[in-house]
């Protein structure tokens, strides 16, 4: 099932002489839990494809489709409804509530919409993202790691219609970079939760079933598969696709 489609998407900031144009005409499908990873140099347009998918920002042209419903057709309460259940949105900073404790701050999308939660669900996203014992804890007492858990189970918690997450392990050390990609993956893989992630890890990208490389605004490169690797080889230009060959017999 197709979750995701752009058609022509382009996005100018400025006017005149400052006019940037950030994304030139991007066409993009998706398939509802498919895991994309987002490539490409810094200023190349990933962010903001990222923001207009959400519904945070609008394109100049072209259209998105989310679950077959055009989102530049929405209102602002109508867009605001639909970021808050339809997208989970993953920065890398974590954009926690400091005064609520961790389980109120993953619910706030529902209380936001005065929705009582499944108990259920959210003692798997809980115990998924391995914050059971930090549910009464406020995000100041939470390492970075476990705070960016807690925004990737807040994320989770409408069970959206897409994860995009912008460099969600840009502020990590090597270890709890790894834990968010493996709870992105159980997501991915145990809810069906479609994913995109803008990624500057070579390492990152090749966990994921499918690379879109961005370059000044346009896709360059779509791959799935095994060719994958190559595509990080080739954005990265070192050899990672032979460093890392046995992750393509593990991610199929
Ligand atoms: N609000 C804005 N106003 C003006 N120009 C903008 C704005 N947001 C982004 N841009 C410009 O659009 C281009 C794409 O920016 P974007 O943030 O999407 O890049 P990126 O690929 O996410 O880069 P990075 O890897 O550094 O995060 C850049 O040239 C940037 O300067
Ligand atoms: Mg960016």
Redesign the pocket.
Known sequence: MEILSCQGVTKV??KGDNQ?T?LNGIDLTVEKGEFTAIV??????????LHILGSVDRPTEGSVLVEGVDIGGMNASEAAVFRRRKVGLVYQFYNLIPTLTVEKNILMPLLLDKRKPDPDYLGTVVKTLGLEDKREALPGQLSGGQQQRVAIARSLIYRPALLLA??PTGNLDRKNSREIVDMLKFSNRNFNQTVLM?T?DEKIALEADRVIT?ED?RIVGDRSGDSVGRTISDHCGGPAGQRDGGLQGKRR
């Open positions: 900031f400025g940037v950030a490409g140099a810094s200023g190349s347009g990933k962010s903001t494809l912008d460099e803008i500057h961005i605004g």
